[in-house]
């Protein structure tokens, strides 16, 4: 059964404190690990999709690393506008067809001006 | 290009009834994914229906279904609601395929039950 472990669980950082959210996952046949963003009273909005360990890619603030257990996600001098629920999420291969995404219970993060 | 779209936005029903969510993927997008969010247990998995057929399905009751149409739009149906079904009903679609492409989520519906 695929697992995800996100943390801390909740994370306050002053504005321009740069730090980073940890993934940890175990799946049988790793197809995409997945980043999203969660706004309160809203669905997830997609981040970043990681293949294969090694894999790096960096959107604004925003980087995101993989290996073969865990994934980071670096976030570089935020804004209060980078407060939000950023959740992981795997989706293995059970041979056949795609399956669902896995998720994490999310890090609230919190950036105070 | 319009997003995923999901109605109602909010719903509230009694204990034993039953309740019909319905989902827009994104123009051209096939594949259609159901998710429940709860504080408690984050967000899991329902199904997935590609071309009308169900593809996944994730460890619910079988009081939880759905269908996919000619058109993908998707709805999902739960039946002889429990207090526990109480949650938020995400909606992702996705072009398809095997390989795991970013899935785009609605806002989703808020559905309490009394």
């Known amino acids: ?113 | 290009k319009a997003g995923v779209t999901q109605t109602p936005r909010y719903l509230i029903k009694t204990r034993g009834q039953q309740v019909t969510l319905s989902c827009s993927p994104i123009s051209g997008h096939r594949s259609v994914s159901w998710y429940q969010q709860t504080p408690g247990q984050g967000l899991q998995f329902l199904f997935e229906y590609f071309s009308e057929t169900q593809r996944n399905k994730g460890n619910f009751p079988g009081r939880f279904s759905g269908r996919q149409f000619s058109n993908s739009r998707s709805e999902m149906n739960v039946s002889t609601l429990e207090l526990g079904d109480s949650a938020l009903y995400l909606c992702a679609s996705s072009s398809g395929g095997v390989t795991g492409r970013g899935y785009t989520f609605g806002s989703g519906t808020r559905l309490t039950v009394v």
């Open chain 1, 1 to 113: 059964e695929d697992q995800v472990t996100q943390s801390p669980e909740a994370l306050r950082l002053q504005e321009g404190e740069s730090s980073s959210l940890n993934c940890s996952y175990t799946v049988s046949g790793l197809r995409g690990l997945f980043w999203y963003r969660q706004d309160p009273g809203k669905g997830p909005e997609f981040l970043f999709t990681l293949y294969s360990a090694g894999e790096e890619k960096e959107k604004e603030r925003l980087k995101a690393t993989l290996t073969k257990k865990e994934s980071f996600l670096h976030i570089t001098a935020p804004k209060p506008e980078d407060s939000a629920t950023y959740l992981c999420a795997v989706q293995g291969s059970t041979g056949g067809g795609a399956d669902g995404l896995t998720f994490g219970k999310g890090t609230h993060l919190i950036i105070q001006p």
